[in-house]
C-alpha cells in the first residue's frame, strides 16, 4: 500500500513556515533585547545568516531524495546503518519534546482565558484533546493534514503581519521611538542571542520528512525552505525591531507582543495577542503532527525498525501506527516535562541532526546517491562551515540535563545491534 502524494510546492512551503513559527517568537524578542539591546535586530539577521548555511546544505540533499526520512535519510546513506539510526533517534527525540514544549506552552496561554486550565486534571483533559484531535485528522487524511497545516500558517501569520503593519502606522504617525539600551555587551551575550535566535528558526527539518507524500520532492523541497527563510526573517526581524523600538521595556517583558499590541491597539492587543499565540501554537503542532511520524515510519522502511512503524492504513493510505505512537510520545512528555525542560532537550539534539546533514553534503558530493535536482554553489566550503556552526553552538549548550540525550544515543546502539545482521534491511 503507498501512501499518497498530496503536498504541493506552496503547501510544502507553508509545511515549512508552520514548522519554523511556533511559540518562541512571543517571547524571544525581550530575552534578545536583554544580551545585546539595540542590536537585536541585527541577530535577527545574522541568525538568519547561519541557519540559511545549514538550509541550503538541507536544500541540496533533500534534492537527491524523494523517500521520507530527512536528517536520519541522509546519515544512513552517508555514513551507514549506525550513524543513521543514531540521528534517527536524536531527530524523533527533537520533535517530540519541541511540539511537547509548545503544548506546554499552549495550556498556559489558555489560563489567560481560563485560570483552572493549568490545573492538573483541566491541564491533562487539554492535552489529550488537542494532541488526539490532530492525531485523529491526520490519520484519516493527509490531505487533510496538509490542508490544517496551511489554514493555520495564515492564521499565524495575519495577526503577526498586522501587528508589523500597526507598529509601521504608529511610527509613520510621529509617536517617538525609544532607545533600548543594555549592559555592557559582551561576545558571551552575542553568542546566547544568536544561539537563540538560532534555536527560533529551527523546525524545518521536520517539514521536509513526508518526501514519500510530496509531488515533486525533488524539486520543492529547495523552494520550500528558502521561501520559508525569507518569510521568517522578514516577521521575527520586523518584530524585533518593533519591541526594541517602541517599547520602554523592552528588556523585562515577560510578554513583549502582547505589550506590544496594547501599546499599539489599547487593553484588547493583549488579548488579541493570547489568541494569535494559541493559534500559532495550534498550528506549529499541526505542522509536527503532519511530518514527525513519517520520521519512524522511514526507520521501519529501511529496517531499522518494527515494521509495524511502517503499516499504512487500508482505507485512508496513512501511517497510521506511527502517527498514534508519535501522539501518545507528545502527550507523555508535554503532561511529564515542563516547557523548559522540554526544549533543553531538543536544542542539542537538533544541533546533531543540522551537522549529520551537512556532513553528508560533503560526502554527496563525493558520491551523490542520485542526481541532485538543486545544486548549491560552493557548496563543500557551506557544509563544511555548516558543521563547524553546528560544533560551535554545541560549546554554548548547557549539558547539565543531558541523561535523556545520552540515554536516547544508547537506546539507538541497542537498537542497532538487534537489526544490524537483519537480512531484510534495506541500504
Request: net charge positive.
Amino acid at each position: 500500500m503507498h501512501l499518497v502524494r498530496a503536498i504541493g510546492r506552496w503547501s510544502l512551503a507553508a509545511l515549512t513556515i508552520n514548522s519554523i513559527i511556533g511559540s518562541g517568537i512571543f517571547g524571544l524578542p525581550s530575552a534578545v533585547a536583554k544580551l545585546v539591546g539595540p542590536y537585536s535586530t541585527l541577530t535577527v539577521l545574522v541568525a538568519g545568516l547561519f541557519i540559511g548555511v545549514v538550509m541550503a546544505c538541507f536544500a541540496e540533499v533533500g534534492s537527491y531524495f524523494s523517500e521520507a526520512g530527512g536528517p536520519y535519510l541522509y546519515a544512513r546513506v552517508a555514513f551507514g546503518r549506525l550513524v543513521g539510526i543514531e540521528t534517527g533517534w536524536m531527530f524523533w527525540l527533537v520533535r517530540i519534546t519541541a511540539p511537547a514544549a509548545n503544548a506546554n506552552l499552549f495550556v498556559s496561554y489558555v489560563g489567560e482565558f481560563w485560570p483552572d486550565a493549568t490545573r492538573l486534571v483541566p491541564r491533562l483533559l487539554i492535552l489529550l484533546l488537542l494532541i488526539g484531535g490532530l492525531a485523529f485528522i491526520n490519520i484519516r487524511d493527509v490531505r487533510a493534514g496538509t490542508q490544517t497545516s496551511n489554514l493555520f500558517t495564515l492564521a499565524k501569520l495575519l495577526p503577526l503581519a498586522i501587528l508589523i503593519a500597526a507598529g509601521l502606522a504608529y511610527v509613520a504617525s510621529g509617536h517617538p521611538m525609544v532607545h533600548t539600551m543594555t549592559p555592557t555587551i559582551t561576545s558571551k551575550g552575542w553568542a546566547g542571542a544568536i544561539l537563540l535566535m538560532l534555536f527560533s528558526y529551527g523546525g524545518f527539518e521536520s517539514a521536509v520528512t513526508p518526501m514519500s507524500e510530496a509531488k515533486n520532492p525533488r524539486r520543492d523541497s529547495a523552494f520550500a525552505l528558502f521561501a520559508a527563510l525569507g518569510a521568517c526573517i522578514l516577521v521575527y526581524g520586523g518584530l524585533q525591531w518593533m519591541v526594541i523600538h517602541l517599547l520602554d521595556n523592552a528588556t523585562s517583558s515577560a510578554r513583549p507582543l502582547a505589550d506590544l499590541a496594547s501599546l499599539l491597539f489599547g487593553r484588547r492587543g493583549g488579548a488579541l495577542v493570547a489568541a494569535a499565540a494559541l493559534v500559532s501554537m495550534y498550528g506549529y503542532l499541526s505542522a509536527n503532527m503532519l511530518a514527525v511520524p513519517r520520521i519512524t515510519f522511514a526507520l521501519a522502511e529501511k529496517g531499522d525498525f518494527p515494521s509495524i512503524f511502517a503499516a499504512v492504513h487500508n482505507r485512508f493510505r496513512t501511517p497510521y501506527i506511527s502517527i498514534a505512537v508519535f501522539a501518545a510520545a507528545t502527550f507523555i512528555f508535554a503532561a511529564l516535562g515542563s516547557f523548559s525542560w522540554n526544549v533543553t532537550l531538543s536544542a542539542v539534539a537538533r544541533l546533531f541532526c543540522y551537522g549529520a546533514t551537512c556532513a553528508a553534503l560533503i560526502v554527496f558530493r563525493k558520491r551523490p546517491p542520485a542526481e541532485a535536482m538543486f545544486r548549491l554553489h560552493g557548496g563543500l566550503v557551506i557544509a563544511t562551515l555548516g558543521v563547524v556552526i553546528c560544533l560551535g553552538l554545541l560549546t554554548q549548550v548547557d549539558l547539565n540535563q543531558s541523561v535523556i540525550l545520552l540515554a536516547t544515543l544508547a537506546i539507538a546502539f541497542l537498537n542497532w545491534l538487534l537489526v544490524k545482521n537483519s537480512p531484510d534491511a534495506r541500504r
